[in-house]
């Protein structure tokens, strides 16, 4: 994408492309992936899912599957280990919840939900194996569509209940570490006879909430107002399918367990397998140096891989479950879908002055999700109303178990709010840039509920500022007055702004400068196809110093001594380990100016580092990095890793101390300040033409500016921008969940139906990318994370160019599909069913 | 008895020579074989474990059913001809680009490589419910899943529904019976040659089959007469996604136009019943009427007679009302560029 | 050999679908190897049969035609019979080889047949005697001596049959069951179709019902292919040909009368049509 640069300027590597380390094996084939493994005695293990939406296993005759030769054994829920509370490592105590999901159950809460797990041989000896067991089943009311489990008298998804409530955290005892979030608890809610009327007019009743929040003061913001848009909104349910499905290969050694695995996150993959199986996590080991997509629903791999762990325990021979693609659509995770109802009031000048935000989510049998918050969350800062109340309704169903999904809650809140300013600035005659200028938020703009009249606020916020860039990339303005309609077609543009959460802070980096004058770089971080396992560690040698030629990075494998390290997920990485970088680097930076004093004279403030030497001020005297590995392995003590640094975290001291000796270690944990909650932003343009004869519409052009401070490496940026975009698109255009209410059963299971975008259906050659180029304040790099915020600027920024180009009366969700544009071009009316769920 | 899916189970494979060594094969394993031809729609259906065959006859190997060659003015394909090959041939693209047009809309490049014409046209249908393995009308058993109150129908059929509503995927049927194509079928009796609309069943005939094809029999080429070569054409294909998918109407015309009134004409859709569906009512009521707008706007409410639309897919109907009308009138096209 | 069908239902439950269609061939070889065998018994094997002597006082009453079946009854009887073979010939000739659309006619044969069953039922209740047709204590003690004599035991001579043998009420029997039968489930089995009269509704009832329904709807179907041939079959016997020339005239006559009913179990008089 030629067009597309960013200017981040006096940085030597900051800011420039390169080609990460791992390409070359991923484009000629050679990355493995966890299928890729094989073990000496390894057997396959297939799964039997549930046929039914919800049940109980009453009897499982497994004799005939187990008399069959080359079957070895198989594992029931019943030898799966209970629930166990444990303790993260700031010592919270995270109580066991018995809802929680399992690898196995006897109470199967979706249809596809896996029951037992057969070992044999090879695959298609357990796959006739599963054929032969036979299960007696008690049969459990269900629901799948969250409007039918509303309704009075509707069918619970749970036996207890049918919407998650959770209570507020207890306040903290003087003196004592802050408890654990408290349990999700779940109640039995029906609407009242007057909602189900309301619903069966085809409006979403505004119920009694599980959950609120809000700040300022509603009531006087709409009397403020001078217009008020009431509108409801739905949007898909989407998997995340991602190209490798959620594969995993075990084996135990000595104690061990060694799992190859597909995971976003490699060293926070350790945590979750010990507290699945309630084992130390000394004991777990983790591999996984290529990932084949996550997008969320990977963040710490899935609680699925316990099946071949336990199995390889059970029978002592490595175990490899290989994932089918209909597994992995049970199993695999997919976003939340929402039903939202909108009530905003605007001055006569666009600004929003009150709105009154209501969800009902579609969260599956497990959760709570927290995609419901986030949408509020979301949509408090993107549009910044004044007074705003935020309630939601969190809806258990038999369906497969919901995950994040690229910007979890934020998307379906932008899908839901952007309808709602599109109409408003029409019914006011205002231009659509405009009105999401006025309400853009900027600087430390707050977001979410105000807790005791005080809400929290964002590091930094240039949204007008990307809204001005993508209004003049994409010529706007210019575009406003183009015709519309002409022959058998109409065009029509549409802006959307977004924002997600983008970056943590407060984990560990961890390198070795050896005697060989490189630079080791331990990477906890996981390879998920964003490459910020590498890019992050750009800033080890942009503040060393070093050509990039003199690093070596160490990623994927836990036994290989890596550091404590954010999830990657919500897009936190860039900025967290950019920030974890920094401060290894400068650990480095102090170590080296001391072992430079030390043998040089004068005081370690003497000193710099650059050009992979650390000299004396000025010029002179210096050692070179090889030397000064050699005189940290000499020094021993803190210089090589044989003295662990108290503050950072234990998984990082446990590598610390496998590295020591081998050159300088340097090992820090990000203590920088922050003052706010860091956000990335995105504003998206985009041109549709729809054939009004067949409905047909194309994206013919987008243009996507990002608010996400210091790019790091623009290819990667570049890349992520148009594959979030397009994962945004594909919940305008197509995608989406089937389900037949009847049976409660899923019909789009595979590509061809639930229709995620392709590259021929997505503007390839006419997307264009930017950043503002503003470093966030609050980081040492100023980098922000961009995977999530493209997603719901994509998908809106269309759905307004369709309304800009067909008019308001065609849709009432998402993905629009050309049925529903012909539909209501031929009747006059939206084309579309209001409120039913996966259709 | 548990179910499992998306593991292909064991079969013997054979992959006879000839065309006569496949027969011999069919006749000999009867019901318990299966012909494969690029496998696009065989491996979906034995992968879920749905279709037991205890044998597999691919027909790969098979001499003489692959290539296209000229045959009185017009052409003889192979069944076995890959999409890929049928959209490239000169011929095909010079003389019967009708065909050419269907089959490169037909799913992904990928699949164009390794599915066949033969395999195209005779395809089953993708109707969610049955291909789910649920035992409806299609698969032996006594109901509709797609025609119920709470059915998912969008896809399905609005003309011909007999019981079963699934719809004929194929974007080459339409054009094979535009162009009065004939399916060449060889059985145990010796060959056999059927007029292409005549090569597909309906479910009021067959609720279990999509084509006249005996278990027991092949197609092995289809036949192209001279007669529509060069005429003018026109394919459309509507469907969600640009590539990958299966078209929800399409539509194919071959059209002689003399002195601006249509002199001959042939036209066929498909996506909207069982089989592809020759329009000739359509026909007999354009021919000598000028190929324009008007006609069109004729043609496609005549089109439409008798669709009954299910819960979910009534837009099929103005679509396919729309896709007639084009298909004689052309698209009027928008004053930019897009 | 399976006499039902099962199949898998979207839940993975075992449930029945219909009937095994090679019961089609083997209620049609039953048939057939019925009546060839009732030829033969008839023919080589069977003792003609003595019944209790008509008084003289009782058969002088008797006149020269007795009526039989009315026009009303006679009409009710051949528009059935059409309507079963119609529904026959849909049902089973494309399950045979036969191929064609066959579901409209099925269902409106269907229709005729509960029409026509609907008009017989208010007919013989109400303007016939709804009793004739059912077997009677004296039915029940002939058919004990018929069997005692027929097996060469002794036993008093039968007597002479009511207005309908013995053999005419018990088929009349199964074909009430085997009528009801197919043709309530007939009437709920639309409901799996496309009709004119209400919304497709195929989820009416759950797999398991419908299944059996199904079933019963089947096995009532062949079960009619081997009676409509032994119907058939009776009604061409030459011993019995006058009781079906009686269902195209309406009357049998006297000789016929003497021969085979008693006078006092079947009073003639003139309101008896």
Redesign the interface.
Known sequence: MPTNKVNIPNYRLLGKNYTTPDMVAKVTGKSKYAEDFRAEGMLFC????S?LPHGRVKRIDASAALAMPGVKAILTADELPPPAPFITDDGVMIPADPRAERGLTNEPLYQGEPVLAVAAVD??TA??A??????DWERLPFAVDPMVTLKPGGPNARTDGNVWVVPPPAPPKPGEKPAGPPLPQVQDFKWTDAEYAEFKQGKLPMSKPSMEWSYGDIEAGFKKADLVVDEAFVTPNTSHQCMETRTAMAYWQNGKVFVHCSTQSTAQTVPAIARWLSIDQTNVVVISEYTGGGFGSKVTSGISLTIPVLLSKKVNAPVMMRV????EHYIGRARPGFHGRMKAGFTKDGRLVALDMFVVTDGGPYGPQGDANSSGRIVSLCYTPENMRWRGVNVITNTPPRGAQSQPGGAQGVMIMEPVMNKAANKLGLDQVAIRRINAPAGKAGIGGAIKGKRDHVTSAFVQEALDKGAELFRWNERKS??KK????A?GIGVAVSAYSAGSIGFDGLFVIKPDGKIYIQSGVGNLGTESMIDSHRVVAEVLGVPWEQCVVTWGNTAKHLPWTCPSGGSQTIHAMTRAAHATAMDAKQKLQEIAAMDLGGTPADYEVGGGRVFRKGGGAGLTFAQAAQRAIKLGGKYDGHEVPETVSRMTKASVTGLAGQGLLAAAKDKYKRDGITNSYVAGFAEV?VDL????Y?I?DYVGVADVGTVIHPRAFGGQMFGRTSLGWGHA??QKW?????YG?P???R???S?P?????VPVNNFKWAAVDIPDPETPVGARGIGEPPVGAGASAVLNALVDALGENIFRRAPV????I??AL?TGKP?DDPLTA?? | ???????M??FELFQPATTDDALALLAKYGSDAWVLAGGLDSFDWLK??IKRPKVVVDMSQASGLRGIKEMNGGLEIGAMTTLTEVVRHPLVKEHFSLLAEGAELAA?PQIRNQGTIGGNVSQDT?C??YR????CYR???????A??????N?EHAILD???CVAVNPSDSAPALIALDAQMVIRGPGGERVVNAQDYFVGP???IMRMTVLKPNELLTAIRIPGTWGGAKFYFEK?R???????P?VNIAAAMKVSGGKIEQIRMAVNGVAARPLRLTAVESAVIGKPADAATGEMAGKIAIQGA?ALR?????I??MR??V??AIGG??????K? | MEII?F????W?Q?VP??ISFTLIWVCGIAGLAFLIGHAIYVKFMAKPEEFEATLPEAAAKVPAKIARHSLASRLFHWIMAAAMFALLFTAFLPKVGF???W?TYHWIAGLVLTASILFHLIHANFFLDPWAIWPDKTDIEDAKRRLLRARGEAAPAPRKFAKYPLENKMYHCIIVLTGLSVTLTGFFMMF???TPFF?????LFGDMT?GWM?VLHGLAGVGLIALIMAHVYFAIRPEKFAMTKSMVFGSIDREHFLEHHDPKRWVVTESSK
């Open positions: 297939k799964l039997l899912l046929p695959e298609l796959a006739e599963i054929e032969k067991i036979q299960i089918s693609r209909e597994e183009q015709v002409s022959g058998t077609k065009r033409e004869e067949t409905g047909e194309r013919v255009l197509a089937v389900y037949d209410q009847h059963a019909l789009a299971k590509f061809y139906n229709k975008p392709t590259i021929l259906d599909t050309l049925d529903i012909l539909t031929e084309g996966h259709i | 008895m548990a179910v499992i899916r998306d593991v189970p064991a879920d474990r992904s993708r969610w419910y789910s393995g649920w035992k698969a032996g058993g006594n109901i509709c899943f025609d119920t109150p709470t059915a998912i969008r529904a007999d019981r009021d005939i067959n509507i969600d996604r640009q590539v990958w998918d299966f929800l009954v979910f897919n009534a837009y099929k103005p679509l729309n896709l009308k084009r698209v009027q096209e928008a004053a930019w897009s | 069908e199949a898998r239902s979207p993975g075992d679908i219909h191929p064609f659309a579901v799996r179709v496309s919304t497709r509704n195929p989820y419908w199904y």
